[in-house]
């Protein structure tokens, strides 16, 4: 074994993740080490152009200059290095590690005295109808040193168990792509986890967990780990003699799981009843390219073999599970909905999928709702993803989950945090995203309403604003037809209501603000984010703008496109930000963007209104596709914008009087000072000027 040891190799990466430091750590290390008493280890090979280090030797340097964050990098070592012509992501290397470590469990003895032979005739023993182990020993070409490689990481690691999971860590940066690509964050699992605990705990009887997607283990492993030990755990999953579910059985036999087949009629439905908690992934290690198409089949799969008293957890890309989609895969979506399985839709945050941070996942659960009629069932909708899956966010959301599964008696006892139930055919009714609150058409409450009128009559009287301005006002205010309900930006999208125009990315050096101050530089303004921060409303704030000269943009920037009249303008970061072009003709900087509305069929889409929608949206909110917009009724679109320019040719003039204002107190409080200046005195007894003066005796 210290043979072996001696024998193991290490990448520079290696050292990295040994050390429990950054990648360029360890080459500052490596150089500034040069010509000192302790040099960093000379690279004993090389492997496909890398360097490739003594592990001993580097556990050496490491305790001598005292580096790193890992004082047991002695002990840890094995876990991060390999064997002489084993390179980082051998996938044969990584198969038979892991069937030696479930081979030493089995026998729960030291696998390094025995020799080919021996360790063949052990795993044909253990696994006889070669289902989980023995194909990837006989198969591996040293097949004894592996063997005693198995008996180091589980020294290192104190157990077998601590040691698999090391290997599976490992698969982040040794490059096996199906188990890497679809990792769940910590968090994700324990949300999924806990809910399919929560589901298990009303049956009644020792719970049951059901994976029946290809390799997945990740979601089962934790589930069990959340299950008190006094309870007996049963899991099934997948009958299938791949790699990745190969591995499922090595993992969860290591760790002590009772599991067992499950059976798959040749239809292809799965065969299993009985009270139990069905836990599913897509894409899973066994299918890491599945799209759209193949996850609701496989959910379609999943729903025709469930009984009447079993759950289901599935959680996958919200792309699929809960925005919008093309029309083919939209109804293969609504088949689900329609079979009144879809119990709730949670959309989740971005970066849960260790490998996709722009992905947000989504979260579906499948159960029975038996004693509703159809007409009256119901589903809970959220939408979390502007939230950190923290906790407490997990735990109230398991908590709504719960709650919308039981009856009506259970709903009403609940303060919901995050959800919404929403009728299962109004699901069924609408196109688009499905995590968004339905329209709400129930007229204003006559007291808000009253108030509403009540407040205008008061501002228009303080105002002293115009009669004919006054009219409009309250003919708006006595509108009584209700408005459409919000919608998401991509369904407005996905309906050709708005069109969306990504900006120019612009070099600083074409921006051309250099003119005489108060004059406006030549050429076409550009509005980027500087200016959309610097705005309010569609009033600019920015003293000196920004132009691009035209030629110059036609001929660098041939792809460039100007706004036009009622162009929605916008930003995501540092914070969401919009405004409307009331010009036209300007030229926009990425990142910001435009939304422009079709004025053909606006869809109930103003141009005002959609800008104060965005510039209300949470300044951690930068997922702009599923923000919600409100809309208008149609008849009311050119009273809006006649009403809004004529508050805005008031606010104008405010200012200007502000202005105005603040020039003549500074030409008083100058001449004065100055003494070009005298005002009139009124005498010793005269009032403190900001104290009103006192009416006569008799006046009214």
Known sequence: ??????????????????????????????????????????????????????AAEIVTWLQATGRGNNPEAAGDVAAFASRPG?????????????????????????????????????????????????????????????????????????????????????????????????????????????????????????????????????????????????????????????????????RLLVHGVDHSVLAVRPEGIFEFEGPAVWVA??????????????????????????????????????????????????LARAEL????????????????????PREAQALWVLGPQNDVEIAERWTMVADISVRDLSPAVSGNLVSDIVASAGSRETVRAHAFSYAKLVPTRHLLARSGGLTWSMPSRRAVPENRQAETELRLEALLRRLDLGSELGRSFATAAHSTAPPPGPVAVQDMLAAGHLKYINGSRLDAADLNPEEPRGQRPPGLPVIGVPELLDRDGTVPQVTVPQVVNLIGL????????????????????????????????????????????????????????????????????????????????????????????????????????LEDLTELATLILDGVADGSLALAETGPNTADPGTPAAPKEGTP
């Open 281 to 330: 992934q897509f894409p899973s290690p066994g299918a890491p390219d599945l799209d759209g198409s193949g996850i609701l089949n496989s959910i379609h799969r999943l729903v025709y073999s469930m009984d009447h008293t079993q759950w289901a957890v599935v959680i996958a890309p919200a792309a699929v599970l809960s925005d919008s989609l093309p029309r083919k895969l939209e």
């Open 554 to 657: 036609s001929r660098k920037y041939p792809s460039a496109r100007l706004t036009r009249r009622g162009d929605i303008i916008f930003c995501t970061s540092p914070h969401p930000r919009a405004m409307v072009d009331t010009e036209g003709g300007s030229v926009i900087a990425f990142p910001a963007r435009i939304l422009r509305i079709d004025d053909g069929d606006p869809g109930g889409l103003s141009a005002a209104v959609v800008a104060a929608d965005i510039n209300s949206v949470p300044a951690a909110d930068k997922l702009w596709r599923q923000w919600r917009l409100r809309r208008t009724p149609d008849r009311q679109h050119q009273a809006l914008a006649a009403v809004l320019g004529s508050l805005q040719h008031e606010r104008a003039r405010a200012r200007q009087r």
């Open 337 to 356: 909905i329609r079979s009144s399985r879809v119990r709730a839709v949670v959309r989740l945050p971005q970066g849960l999928v260790r490998q996709k």
């Open 1 to 54: 074994m210290d043979k072996l040891k001696a024998e193991l190799r290490m990448t520079l990466s290696d050292v990295a993740a040994l050390a429990k430091v950054q990648r360029p750590v360890v080459s500052m290390w490596r150089s500034r080490s040069l010509g000192t008493a302790t040099p960093f280890p000379a690279p004993v090979s090389s492997e496909r152009g890398r360097d490739l280090f003594s």
């Open 86 to 250: 084993a390179g980082p992501g051998n996938r044969h290397d990584f198969e038979a590690l892991t069937a030696c470590l479930a081979l030493r469990s089995l026998e729960g003895t030291s696998l390094a005295a025995l020799d080919r032979d021996e360790l063949l005739d052990l795993a044909d023993e253990h696994d006889p109808d070669d289902s989980f182990l023995y194909s990837e020993l006989e198969t591996a070409p040293e097949v004894e040193a592996l063997a005693a490689h198995a008996d180091v990481l589980v020294d290192s690691h104190y157990s077998a168990p601590a040691a698999f999971e090391a290997l599976l860590q490992d698969r982040f940066r040794s490059g096996i792509r199906e188990h890497a690509s679809i990792a769940l964050t910590e968090p994700a699992m324990d949300l999924v986890a806990a809910l399919a605990v929560e589901l298990a705990a009303g049956f009644g009887t020792d719970p049951v967990f059901v994976d029946p997607t290809a390799g997945g283990s990740d979601l089962l492993l934790q589930i069990v780990q959340r299950i008190d030990d006094t309870r007996p755990v049963s899991v099934l999953t997948m009958e299938d003699d791949r790699a990745a579910a190969r591995l499922v059985r090595r």
